[in-house]
């Protein structure tokens, strides 16, 4: 038992796939994994584990922004073992060409929090994803059809910016896209020597004001899930 997470060593697999939202933890948990248990519901962030073709995987909500996640992270790396941390996430696109529904690989990640700049005393880590994790999940969504973008993204702490145009600035130095988790899972995994990688979807963007209506949200949620369960 830890803190956040009611479950007992052994009961978490080594590969846990990280939605924000946990009813997304318990679709992917109803939807593909088979055997499914539910080893937590402590502030109602549920989490499975399962099996899915064969292997073992655990999937769990972490919450919205870099607190909430590196709690729930830190927890299921250093009480329960785990190895692999795929994060599966809705992003908002920075860059024209990018469309709803589109796919990000998050090689990087850059971010305006204050976590990592008094984690390293003002020196600029560079979060970065674990490049086996990277390469086998290009790859098998090329084997899908499925053109994913690989590139820098933004963990921000802020979802409601006061300067709507406040995003430029990361745009113009080829960042993808803003989310609110990815830099705190990369620093911590790099920390723990475990492997961690972000796959989004464009869920709005920031250039052209559009979003996804929710049930678009959960179709393009379920193209994610497959693509990270076929890592574990
Ligand atoms: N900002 C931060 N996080 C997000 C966004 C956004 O615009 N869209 C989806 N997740």
Known sequence: MSVHIGAERGEIAETVLLPGDPRRARFVAEEYLEGAVLF?????????????????VSVMGTGMGMPSHSIYVHELIHEFGAKRLIRIGSCGAMQPEL????????????????????RFQGMGFAPTAEYGLLSAAHAAAAERGIAARVGSILSS??????????????????VLAVEMETAALYTLAARAGVQALTILTVSDSLVRGEALSSAERERGFSRMAELALSLA
């Open 40 to 56: 937590n519901e402590v502030r109602g962030m549920l989490g499975y584990t399962g099996s899915w073709r064969g292997s073992r």
């Open 99 to 118: 469309q709803l529904h589109d796919l990000i690989l998050a090689m990087s990640a850059c971010f305006d929090s204050s976590l990592n700049t008094l």
């Open 157 to 174: 702490d802020e979802f409601y910016n006061e300067d709507p145009e406040a995003y430029r600035l990361w745009a113009k130095y080829g």
